[in-house]
C-alpha cells in the first residue's frame, strides 16, 4: 500500500500514513480552505487501510490547532481508526498537546470519550 505523506503549511498539517514502517502522524495546524478536498484522500487511504490492518497501529496527533470544520473530519478519522478495532486489530491513539493549552487537552479528552480507542494523553 502506498504511502501518503503531505507537507504541512501554515494551514494543513503534515500527514504521514505509512503502513510498512507502522507510521501514522498529524502534526501542525489544520485549518485548510477546502476541508473536505483535503481530508478526503485520507479518509480514502484509511478505508483501504482497515480491509488489512497492521497487529497494532499507533497513531500520532501533535496537533497545535484545528478549526471546527477540521474537528468533524478528525473525529472521522478516529471513526476509521475505531473500525479497525473492530476485527481484533489494536489501536493506540497518542494525543499530544501544549501542557498550557486546555482547548487541545479537552479535545483530545472529548474524542477519547466518543470512539472506543485507546488514547494516551501527551503533554509537552
Given at each position: 500500500?502506498?504511502?501518503?505523506?503531505?507537507?504541512?503549511?501554515?494551514?494543513?498539517?503534515?500527514?504521514?500514513?505509512d503502513a510498512k514502517n507502522n507510521?501514522?502522524?498529524?502534526?501542525?495546524?489544520?485549518?485548510?480552505?477546502?476541508?473536505?478536498?483535503?481530508?478526503?484522500?485520507?479518509?480514502?487511504?484509511?478505508?483501504?487501510?482497515?480491509?488489512?490492518?497492521?497487529?497494532?497501529t499507533n497513531v500520532v496527533f501533535?496537533?497545535?490547532?484545528?478549526?471546527?470544520?477540521?474537528?468533524?473530519?478528525?473525529?472521522?478519522?478516529?471513526?476509521?481508526?475505531?473500525?479497525?478495532?473492530?476485527?481484533?486489530?489494536?489501536?493506540?491513539?497518542q494525543w499530544f498537546y501544549d501542557?498550557?493549552?486546555?482547548?487541545?487537552?479537552?479535545?483530545?479528552?472529548?474524542?477519547?470519550?466518543?470512539?472506543?480507542?485507546?488514547?494516551?494523553?501527551?503533554?509537552?
Open positions: 500500500m502506498e504511502a501518503i505523506k503531505i507537507n504541512g503549511t501554515d494551514d494543513t498539517p503534515n500527514v504521514i500514513l507510521i501514522f502522524e498529524f502534526t501542525g495546524r489544520s485549518m485548510p480552505e477546502d476541508v473536505v478536498a483535503f481530508y478526503e484522500p485520507i479518509l480514502k487511504w484509511l478505508e483501504e487501510y482497515g480491509e488489512s490492518p497492521n497487529n497494532k501533535k496537533l497545535e490547532y484545528f478549526n471546527t470544520a477540521s474537528s468533524k473530519i478528525l473525529l472521522d478519522i478516529l471513526m476509521k481508526l475505531e473500525n479497525i478495532t473492530e476485527n481484533g486489530n489494536e489501536v493506540v491513539v501542557e498550557e493549552d486546555e482547548d487541545m487537552m479537552e479535545a483530545g479528552e472529548e474524542y477519547s470519550e466518543i470512539v472506543d480507542i485507546s488514547f494516551e494523553m501527551n503533554p509537552c
